[in-house]
């Protein structure tokens, strides 16, 4: 290894080492029960979204790929069935779990958690016959792991036009499998360094087939990392903070204090959100605050002049589609959701966002009326909606989506319903309420093919 690759930017801690010690020190037993629970709600949130996902067409198109490819019969397609490399599995299904963005987020991270990382130890755990208990420790090393990544990294790398889910999503992936297949933290260092290499993904490819792409290939990469490290395969271990590494040349905001606060004491993992409408999570504080102006009373939409969507200024270059033409720009869109929103479409509904509903007048006419406003004095996760009526009347909407629910026993039910709404069209009731009961009881499995096959249409 040549000397310049280990160089360290001035007073910057060993950054990679830390967060390859900490994810190789998690285990079960020192798990909080509130980690265990919430790690319970994102595999039963993945996975409903994720059957639903692999309808899509990109879904299809990298099954396709894959089984034309051929490969050893490892781990399962879920939503699909039959069996792929594990390489390949992570890279269909972590594709699948984002294609609809319905999947859940994390603030820190300012991206999707558990779209790169899930799919990556499923494949692996599977393949390799671990239990629940191992894919729990596997799951908290990687968000935890990644989750610090990206506070590490700050707003300047999103803001720059990265897409973190996929860049930092490496990280989160390579250490959960790392933890899985029980590595060193020399190790686990090495497997973080061949993942920030392979680490990319524009948010410019919003609103196409390639931003779900994303989600898959950092598990697919991120996996083929902690393989390859488990092998003697050599990187830079120290990519996050060495000049020239991933923070160096992919953000201004660096901060490793961010990242390394409470590490190994404060878990990261519980400030986990969901989501209810099938679109980006920046569309849903602005929905919310529509909702709440069409249940007032003085509401008429045949009688709406202007509509003011204000939110703050980084929504502008995430969810900002002005004229969708698609379902899936449509996802992308704060005028267009507003507009369903305003015309009582529920946005919950997978079938909401085909490409018909781009056509449809009289969410258009809404549409048309809508103008967004940056407004930086709003939290990053606030809306304001501000509706005129022809006859003077102005109706107002709020919605501060910014800190996520404490009741996780109210989440718990909320993501039962949303994953029966999913699942149950797909594979049915009965083998729905298996899935339900499995993941609730995933501390005690032996062995997670059950699931998986359950998952089969």
């Not at 060193?184 to 290499?197: C, K, P, Q, S, V």
Request: proline share 4%; charged share 20%.
């Amino acid at each position: 290894m040549v000397e310049q690759a280990v160089e360290h930017k001035a007073e910057c801690p060993e950054i990679t080492r830390l967060l390859a010690q900490n994810a190789t020190d998690i285990t079960f037993d020192r798990l909080p029960a509130e980690v265990v629970f919430v790690t319970k709600h994102c595999l039963l949130d993945w996975l409903g979204v994720t059957m639903a996902g692999a309808r899509e067409p990109l879904t299809r198109q990298l099954a396709d790929y894959v089984g034309a490819e051929g490969g050893a019969a490892q781990a399962t397609l879920i939503g699909i069935g039959g069996k792929v490399s594990a390489g390949q599995a992570a890279l269909v299904n972590g594709s699948a779990g984002h294609a609809l963005d319905y999947d859940d987020v994390l603030r820190l991270l300012n991206g999707h958690p558990t779209a790169p990382v899930m799919p990556a130890i499923l494949a692996v755990a599977e393949h390799r016959g671990a239990n629940g208990r191992a894919l729990i420790e596997a799951f908290t090393a990687g968000v935890e792991t990644e989750s610090r990544v990206g506070a590490i990294m700050g707003e300047g790398h999103y803001a720059h036009g990265w897409h973190a889910t996929a860049t930092v999503g490496h990280f989160g992936a390579a250490a959960g499998v790392a933890r899985l297949l029980g590595l060193d933290a020399a190790t686990t260092a090495m497997a973080l360094g061949i993942a920030g290499t392979q680490a990319a993904g524009l948010k410019s490819m919003f609103g196409t087939m390639c931003k779900p792409l994303h989600a898959g290939k950092a598990a697919q990469n991120g996996l083929f990392a902690a393989e390859m490290a488990s092998r003697g395969f050599t990187s830079n271990p120290a990519v996050i903070e060495c000049l020239q590494g991933f923070g160096d040349t992919q953000t201004d905001t660096f901060a490793p204090e961010k990242g390394l606060e409470g590490l190994g004491e404060t878990y990261l993992l519980p400030t986990m959100r969901f989501k209810y409408h099938a679109a980006c999570f920046g569309t849903h504080a602005p929905i919310d605050a529509a909702m709440s102006c069409r249940e007032n009373p003085a509401f008429n939409r045949d009688a709406v002049e202007r509509v003011e969507i204000r939110v703050t200024s980084r929504c502008l270059r995430m969810c900002n589609i002005p004229v969708p033409t698609t379902g899936l720009e449509a996802k992308f869109s704060l005028r267009f959701t507003v507009g369903l929103a305003l015309a009582g479409v529920d946005t919950g509904r997978l079938d909401t966002f085909d490409d018909a509903i781009t056509r449809r007048d009289d969410v258009m006419a809404l549409c048309n009326r809508a103008v967004v406003i940056g407004d930086d004095t709003l939290e990053r996760n606030e809306a304001k909606i501000i509706v005129h009526l022809r006859n003077g009347a102005v109706l107002q909407g709020h919605a501060d989506l910014s800190d996520p629910v404490t009741d996780l026993e109210l989440t718990w039910r909320r993501l039962q319903t949303k994953f029966r709404g999913l699942s149950e069209p797909l594979v049915g009731a009965a083998k729905t309420e298996r899935m339900l009961e499995f993941v609730a009881d995933l501390e005690n499995a032996p062995a997670l093919s059950p699931l998986l096959e359950a998952t089969a249409p």
